[in-house]
């Protein structure tokens, strides 16, 4: 597919004043998956990708620094007038899912996108998703429904989970469910109205976001999607998994940079020396986004039947010497568990 100048124009950003907020926005914004950087005199400057961005976060970069470290530089390009045929045997060939398109003075004149990348892939893994607890963030909704059911534009926010999990491929999804279970499983069945098929783990007890997986142990050596019933992202869950394999890790943690500003100057000193004053500094956390990759094997850390919460498992993993990752989400995020109106 050949996209022209108007429609690209969100994914183009300055080299000289952009930071990583506005690629991530420009990313967003335009659902490419990536960012085309041109320079003062408008020409090509280099490309951004989705792993150029979590590497730079990774790397201790913050969400204001430039743009300048991430950028890749002389990417591959194809002059204007190339058909689309040619275009793509040379993305096939390099496994290039975008080629920028130049004019002779290396100015930006389109982009073409390899059709396929609409279609996910489809992955056959398992997506477990924590709905068994009973909501005490939202009484009193849960007095009579719970938490899973209770709608968020428009929908049970259960059913923004699957299908957003859906859309990156997935189609066979574990609802481990406890508190007023049988609407859930009324509601859902055996998922084939959404689309995708549908079972059901039945906690005995409150089991944490954690604890009933100990019921998985022994049937499968796949490697799993965890996630709570009420978290939703625009990331490709896909990749997520693809990042955990390619990393060869045991346990991975997706988690979202949350930006905080104090109200107030803050002054650093030491004993009644003034060192240096800042107004209103901003910090930046990496939260728990409540999704995770796990291998079956880290499930023997889990005992039986008992309580047992994602980060008190992370933390067994990290002490027993496991492989232990993070996964760091700049796309869209929510908690559609917070408190919310009826």
Known sequence: MKLDLKEISKTIINLDNATIKDAINSMNNSSLKIVLVINKNKKLAGTIVDGDIRRGLLGGLEIGSSIKSIVQYNPKVVKDGVSFFEAAEIMKVSYFNHLPIVDKNYKLRGLYVLEFMKKPMVRKNQVIIMAGGMGKRLLPLTKTKPKPLIKAF????????????KKCGFEKFTLSVNYKKNLIKKYFSDGKNIGVKINYIQEKNFLGTAGSLCYLKGKSNETILVTNCDVVSDIDYGHLLDYHNLNRADATMAVYK???????????????????YEEKPKNFDNINAGIYVLNFKILKFLKHEKPEDMPDLFMKLVRAKKKVIVYPIYENWSDLGLKRKK
Do not use: D, Q, Y
């Open 154 to 165: 428009g929908k049970p926010m259960l059913e923004h989970v699957i299908l957003k999990i």
């Open 258 to 276: 949350r930006e905080t500003k104090n109200p107030f100057g803050v002054v650093k000193s030491k004993e009644n020396k003034f060192i240096s």
